[in-house]
C-alpha cells in the first residue's frame, strides 16, 4: 500500500478460467482495499473480456489464484468482477502481516 492510502493492485495479464469454457488469456486491472464494514480485504477490478455474467471464475496472475464472479459488463466489451478469495496479487496488510481472513 502507498503512503498515500491508495488500494493495492494488479495491472496486467491474467488468465481467466469459467467452467466450461477453454482458459483464456486477458489484460485486467485490479485492486483491493480493507473494508472495516465487511473486516476483511475486498477486492474488484476489470477484465479485458466479455464473460458470462454471474458466471464463477478463476483469475491467475503471476502472483497467485482467486475465484471471482462476473458482475456486470461495460460499454467497451470489459467484465467487472468482484473477488470470492484472497486476492491473487500481493497485498499489504494481507502480506505484511499475519492476518487470518
Avoid at 11 to 39: C, K, S, W, Y
Avoid at 85 to 98: K, N, Q, S, T, Y
Wanted: glycine share 10%; proline share 10%.
Amino acid at each position: 500500500m502507498t503512503d498515500h492510502g491508495e488500494p493495492d493492485g494488479y495491472d496486467g495479464e491474467v488468465t481467466v478460467d469459467v467452467d466450461g469454457e477453454p482458459p483464456r488469456t486477458a489484460r485486467a486491472v485490479l485492486a483491493a482495499r480493507f473494508d472495516p464494514l465487511a473486516g476483511h480485504v475486498v477486492w474488484t477490478g476489470r477484465v479485458a473480456a466479455e464473460l458470462p455474467l454471474r458466471a464463477p471464475l478463476v483469475l491467475t496472475t503471476p502472483h497467485g489464484r482467486a475465484r471471482a464472479e462476473a458482475t456486470e459488463h461495460d460499454v467497451w466489451g470489459n467484465t467487472r468482477v468482484t473477488g470470492g478469495d484472497r486476492p491473487p496479487f500481493p497485498v499489504e496488510v494481507l502480506d505484511g502481516a499475519d492476518l487470518d481472513r
